[in-house]
């Protein structure tokens, strides 16, 4: 049998091949936010219908939330570094492929192969900087950098987008990844040692289709009770399909000495707090900046690269907390760091809800600012995520927390961008032809609004102060949402944790 566990490797390389795993995530994050900007470009073009546009924005996720406990066994079993190398090939190939595809199908298979990409990537980024920084001190410093990368992405999405669209067809929005991947696999190649699970006992084919059919329909759930509500027939049935399969997928990841998920990682506190604070903070940032987004160009009229700008404080402090906050938790504690993080953020949320009307940008800026600073202490969660579980079960632990990203997203998007529709209805009282298309979304009612000319400014003005009332209520939701996440973290993390120090597992 091959040796599995690489030799400790120099210092200067540990940290060159965290660069390239860095920039690998900051690349899968970037191409996430990229989209949403060149959505309208693309429904020009192709002219999809509600479905397919539908499709558009979520075949990536799907595929993603699918594969990634699958993906991330296979890479124990296979090689972390063989399958994170396949990922970029996959990502790469599947961004060249957009310029084949002129149809709304075409775009969707894209938006897939990106996902299977995306799956192999983002979870083998994590589990080899486990097993690549063996110091539990110098793995807090590494996990600090991956998050200031995944804000960096964040920030530069849409801006990046911005910049490419004003001058290029929407395809461009997806050839930027070519030639990052291209350095990625070569300096991957050199730079990075191959790890593996050294005892991964049988594959588990059941478990597989378990956890690929329970994820898949618990995401395609949370959307459609987003979207259609609770009486959704499809999204019942989703919910039904999903609670049966993950409940006897995790029953059976109990039961096998070597399952396929290590569910019984969640039996160490640090780690449960970790998965806890990642998931919080992706409920309530998913829905608070698409709303955001939407707010500064529907509302305040800036165009798409202007509102990526005027979204950076949030990345800025996040690029500046991301890296101090393991000095940070060696100093005051790492539940401090941890549950500090999150109250930060319900703050922000409070301060939106609580400024003067009409919201203006400057206490959205502040608002940012104080969500990128609370969004440092990622950094710790996910090394205590990390520190809580062996290096055997890297994968595990990598595949656990980024479905924690993945669903969080989701259902932030659905449940709080639920509440934000409603009272956004609910502020519109416009009823003469076209009312539904004006309630519908403040898109249609601004579209309504120019085609009534003069007559439709009235229309215009109810329908933008509804979607900021909105904007403001969920703000307020997701504060208190924040707040519940604080007091959980800080009763879960126990009080001496430190994560720069020995390793946490039980």
Known sequence: MKTTTPPVASSRRRWAGLAVLSASVLLVVMDMTILNVALPAISEDLRPDSIELLWMVDAYALVLSGLLVTVSALGDRWGRKRMLMTGFAVFGLASLAVLAADSALEVILVRALLGIGGAMIMPSTLSMIRNLFTDPGERARALGVWAAMAAVGAAMGPIVAGLLLERFSWHSAFLVNVPVMVVAIAAGLFLLPESRNPAPGRW?????????????ALLYAVKNIGKYGLSSPSALVATAVAVVTLTWFVR????????????????????????VTALTTSIAMAAVLLLLAQWMQLVQGYGPLETGVRLLPAALAAIVASPLAPALAGRIGAR?????????????????????????????????????????SLAIASAAIMSGSPPAKAGSAAAIEETSYEVGGALGVAVLGSVAAAVYRAGVEYTGPGGEVVRESLGGALDLAAELGAAGGRIAEQARAAFTESLVLTSGIGALLMLAGTLVVWLLTPRDLDVTSADQHH
């Open 252 to 275: 059976r990841c109990l039961r096998r000495p070597d399952p396929l998920l290590e569910v019984r990682l969640f039996r160490s506190a640090p780690f449960s707090a970790g998965v």
């Open 204 to 216: 588990d084919a059941l478990g597989t289709l378990l956890s690929m059919a329970g994820m898949v």
């Open 336 to 376: 401090t760091v941890l549950a500090g993080g999150l109250a930060l953020t319900a703050l922000a949320f409070l301060l939106l809800y609580a400024a003067p009307s009409p919201l203006g940008y400057w206490p959205v800026a502040i608002a940012l600012t104080l969500i990128g600073i609370g969004n440092g």
